[in-house]
Structure formats: structure tokens, C-alpha cells
């Protein structure tokens, strides 16, 4: 047998030595912890929604808070050709404006061991395929009175490099531009009613002129579009008389 050079021949009898420890595992326990000790857990990962996440999440959480964020202002200057609108009449939906005197109100979602990795993904593909977003960790403050600390979470924003970003519009242009888009997941009104009754019915006591402008536009350009479209079918309905 061939002597390994790097290492002294054994004596006969002689009981042999301990072999190395082996390298201590990397792992984020503090230092003198026993080994074998459990790992612990990945901390929660709080993400806040400001949109449709408020009503639709379309991702696993485990617990949800209603509340909000100070600094910045809801505004429906984001555009839409796939959920709410189209390439041909893209559909207004909302994003995040820097405003350092405001507060957006909306839901944070906490996620937990593997629904971290997973919700991150479904968002970076649903809020961020497209490019021109910012992620952002913001203070958000829960709406319970008995919360002592604001919670650090995860927002997506969409910034003017957005391909698909509109920019600042009157309440009335926004209001007539959500009537006539549509997309997969559904009309652009909805969007907009759900949104408002969303700061209705769960933060009674917070303003955003913004949005209800907006809305309050659309009822009222809702009657004079019907009407428009019922003299229409009243002037096709009737026979025309032939000339001559």
C-alpha cells in the first residue's frame, strides 16, 4: 500500500487520533450556541397594498392588517392594458405619489416561511413584469389602537419610467377614461367602486378627495352615457322613410 506522504505512519497499537472537527455550519444563531440547534425561522415579511391587493391579494398570507402610510398620495396616474384596459383604451389604475404632508390608507399582509418566496414572486409578476417600479420599505401604522410600533413593509410603486405610466389628469378626464376600459380582470369602473368602498366601509374616518372626486365624476357621467346610448337605439329602432 502506497504511503500517503502528507501523513505520519501509524504505530502498531497505537490507538488512533480523533479526526478533525468538521467546519462549523454557517447559520444566523449567535455565536456559542449549542450545534444542532434549530435554525431559527425567517423573520415575517409585511407587503402593503394600495390597490386591488386591498380586496384581491391572489397570494397566500397569514394574518392582514387595515391602515396606513405617511408620505405619500394615492392617485390614479398609472396606466392599465391588461387587467383593467386594453393597448387600444388602457385603463386608469392607482400608484403611489411622494407627498410628505399625506397618508394612503390600504392593507398589509403578513407572510410567513414559504409564502414569503412565494408572494414575492406572484407580485414581481403581477406589479413589476413590466419595468418602472420601485420597492420600497415604508413605516405602516396599523388602524388598532392598542399597536404600539408602526410595521416595516414591502410596497411596489409605479414611477413615470413605467412604460405603461399616464401622469396627472383632471378628476373628470380620469372618470370618463375609466368608463370605457376594460380588461381580464374585469372593468375599470369596478376597479374604482371597489377602491372606494374599500375607504368607505374600512377607514370611515380618512379622506381622499382624489379618489372620491373621481368617483363622484363617474356617477355623474354614468346617466348622460345611458341616455346617450338609449336615443341612439330609439333612432336606429325607428323606420326611415325612404326619399323621393
Known amino acids: 500500500m502506497k504511503r500517503d506522504p502528507q501523513r505520519p505512519e501509524e504505530s502498531p497499537g497505537r490507538p488512533e487520533p480523533p479526526p478533525p472537527p468538521s467546519p462549523p455550519l454557517l447559520s444566523s444563531s449567535p455565536a456559542g450556541e449549542a450545534e444542532g440547534a434549530e435554525v431559527k425561522p425567517a423573520p415575517p415579511v ?5 390597490g386591488s391587493l386591498v380586496w384581491r391579494p391572489g397570494f397566500e398570507f397569514t394574518s392582514r392588517k387595515v391602515g396606513f402610510i405617511r408620505g405619500y398620495s394615492r392617485r390614479f396616474w398609472q396606466g392599465d392594458t391588461f387587467h383593467r384596459g386594453s393597448e387600444r383604451t388602457p385603463g386608469r389604475v392607482v400608484t403611489l405619489l411622494e407627498d410628505c404632508g399625506a397618508c394612503t390608507w390600504g392593507v398589509a399582509y403578513e407572510v410567513r416561511g414559504e409564502q414569503i418566496a412565494a408572494s414575492l414572486q406572484y407580485l414581481n409578476m403581477r406589479e413589476a413584469v ?5 420597492t420600497k420599505l415604508v413605516k405602516f401604522h396599523p388602524q388598532e389602537k392598542d399597536v404600539e410600533e408602526p410595521i416595516q413593509a414591502l410596497v411596489y410603486i409605479a414611477t413615470p419610467q413605467n412604460p405603461s405610466y399616464l401622469g396627472p389628469a383632471s378628476e373628470e378626464d380620469i372618470a370618463a377614461q375609466i368608463i370605457v376600459s376594460s380588461g381580464c380582470a374585469g372593468h375599470n369602473i369596478e376597479y374604482l367602486l371597489r377602491l372606494a368602498d374599500f375607504m ?3 377607514c370611515p374616518q380618512a379622506e381622499d378627495k382624489h379618489l ?3 368617483e363622484e365624476a363617474l356617477i355623474s357621467i354614468l346617466p348622460c352615457l345611458y341616455c346617450t346610448e338609449e336615443s341612439l337605439e330609439e333612432t336606429a329602432s325607428v323606420p326611415q322613410k325612404s326619399k323621393g
Request: glycine fraction near 18%.
Open 130 to 134: 413590466l419595468g418602472g417600479y420601485d
Open 212 to 214: 372620491f372626486s373621481i
Open 46 to 50: 409585511w407587503i402593503f397594498g394600495y
Open 200 to 202: 368607505r366601509y374600512f
